[in-house]
């Protein structure tokens, strides 16, 4: 039986209710007992002091036998199938990272235009736009998670683990996709005339009464 896999805590973000689930629950490895690999390496040791060579021959074949078993315990083709899926999922995130930096940097015509002309607030960071500061905040926390996400994926994992892996995986993809829509969104409505250090309350679109 696999460990239960904890339920992930979640970390609260600025201008929005909703929580988001965090790794911090699969930064430790799974936990795997060691009194039977002790046991077997006793085993091992007594046959070739009791049967010298056809106990050294057997013990050799006893150790290959389980690592080969914690090899394919490991490689699974249930564990590869969620590790492709997490890897898809992050890559839905890195995918919404790269729009930014085009956004950011690209010096297409295009790209220049809306960083300029239609959107100019969305590449200040400081703008007070609620939706656009959220975009930030999960921009920046991507960036993180994407980073422990990698290293994690490195270690083994249990399939509970790599499932609850994939949920946090697709919240975070699913998140940063909305705040970046939402802050695109509130950037094209702010417009060409966006003054950084203007009043946001004093915009005519924060009204929603018009």
């Known amino acids: 039986m696999f460990p239960r896999c904890p339920i992930p805590p979640i970390t609260q973000q600025p201008g929005r209710t909703s929580l988001m689930p965090d790794l911090a ?3 430790q490895g799974p936990q795997t007992p060691r009194w039977p690999f002790v046991v077997i390496g006793l085993c091992c040791l007594v046959l070739v002091v009791w049967l010298k060579l056809p106990g050294l021959i057997l ?5 290959a036998t389980v690592f080969s078993i914690r090899q394919m315990r490991t490689h699974s083709p249930e ?3 969620l590790v492709t899926s997490i890897q898809l999922s992050a890559d839905e995130i890195r995918d919404v990272q790269e729009e930014w930096e085009t956004f950011l940097n690209d010096p297409s015509a295009n790209a220049l235009a809306d960083r300029t002309l239609f959107r100019p607030a969305l590449a200040d960071p400081d703008c007070a736009d609620p939706d656009i500061q959220r975009f930030h905040f999960v921009l920046n926390s991507a960036r993180r998670f994407i980073r ?3 290293a994690r994926l490195q270690g083994e994992l249990t399939v509970p683990q790599l499932e609850g ?8 993809a699913l998140d940063l996709r909305e705040s970046w829509l939402a802050a695109r969104r509130a950037a094209h409505l702010l417009g060409t005339d966006y003054d950084p250090d203007s009043d946001p309350d004093s915009n005519p679109h924060s009204d929603t009464g018009h």
């Not at 892996?165 to 975070?172: C, E, G, P």
């Open 148 to 150: 422990r996400l990698e």
């Open 79 to 81: 564990i590869s199938s």
């Open 25 to 27: 629950p699969y930064e």
């Open 59 to 63: 013990a050799g074949l006893i150790i």
């Open 165 to 172: 892996i994939l949920k946090v995986t697709d919240a975070r």
